[in-house]
């Protein structure tokens, strides 16, 4: 493998390319029109223009892609996270154009892309599973009959969904048929498959989910699990690793899991087995996301090990150099995504101009960044602009160095949810544990952050007043009389 085509953009771009770099690969950016100055581009060996800004005419197009790496002769596709990376169509052509996709086989991808499927193929593996019904349900009655069953609370759900779409937590039977009806109009308009079924909800849940890798050889290894309850839209903001309540039995139950999940669908590469653990520590199978997950480096950086070149070596069918014995937790990792948003206005994208932008850099301190001073945040993509993550020998050392490293991040010109992050990380409930997938629910306002961010103003007025006071006294020259 001498030359990888990195099918995406951004921080992950990047992320990818630096691993190939140190590899001895060398690597092809695509971009499009809006993304001809963006640091991806430069840092690649060779990049391509693939098409308008608009993603459906660049980084979604799979022919642009393909003919891409045919003209410049590329070996295998990296398709990051996000785009292409979970769809089978992309995986299958990659393959039928002799080309390497870096990921798992189109079969896999397909049953794990569509919840119902994937609960079809863990079925025979002994896998807890939320208490429901595992096929698609149309007729408002029949999902009544179900809810009285199981037990208000339910949640109707898009099987072909994510990202909280196609979603609806019903409590009462008087509003199934209402929410019934628009999980599917919603879930038919977001991926265009009306499909939904019904399964109890969880009602203080943590969301945890377990690194997998398979190679061609036989091997299925977990590299432990994530802690991803902090969420605002069922989106992910803050992650860490390991969680803090996972016992290690318990890890153990879930990473045996994970690796059957993997099994059920002959997987190859890396991919995240998602669980939801109740109050009583009992886990249920979720989903599976195949491919590289946003917050893989949490778990590089307590496993030691580079998610990326493993799933490149893999992908030359090569075996995983070690056994899962040969694996260890070592320390704490935490990572906040820096997202162009405003969290004073419900976490509503912020455009604009990076007047300002550092970021932050020291021992325990890792960013992974997309962008650089002076640069336009694009309106047509994910308003990520990086992930932050620092890693300490405890959990608290980790949350300390993030709460500084977040007062070192400086960004103007946009909104951003570096404010959000230190909110969460000197928040009681965030720094005890003791949290659940609702915390930004029940307990984050815009008037909370703004009382500390006015605080933390006054401090640095204070500050700056002390200072001028005490330079006053120093510059004063003493009465000669």
Known sequence: MKKILVANRGEIAIRVMKTARKMGIKTVAVYSEADRNAPHVRFADEAVCIGEAPSNKSYLSIEKIIKAAKKLNVDAIHPGYGFLSENADFAEKVEQNNIIFIGPKSNAIRIMGSKLAAKD?????????????????????????IAKEIGFPILIKASAGGGGKGMRIVESEKDVEEQMKRAISEATSAFGDGSVFVEKYITSPRHIEIQVLADSHGNILHFFERECSVQRRHQKVIEEAPSSILTPELRAKMGDAAIKVAKSCDYLGAGTVEFLVDENLNFYFLEMNTRLQVEHPVTELISGVDLVE?????????????????LKINGHALELRVYAEDPMNN???????????????????????????????PIYYDPMLSKLITYGKTREEAIQLMIDAIDNYKIEGVFTTLPFGKFVCEHEAFRTGNFDTHFVKNYYTPKLLQKGLDQEAKIAALVGLTLYLEDQKKIRVPNSN
């Open 121 to 145: 193929a863990v079925r025979n593996y002994d896998i807890p599973m939320v208490p429901g019904v595992d096929r698609a349900v149309t007729d408002p009655k029949e999902a009544a009959e």
């Open 310 to 326: 493993l799933q490149i070596k893999i992908a030359r069918g090569e075996a995983i150099p070690f056994k899962q014995e040969d």
């Open 347 to 377: 976490f509503l994208p912020s455009v604009g101009n990076l007047s300002t932008y550092e970021i932050p850099v020291g021992n325990g301190i890792r960013v992974d960044n997309g962008f650089e001073e002076g640069m336009d945040i």
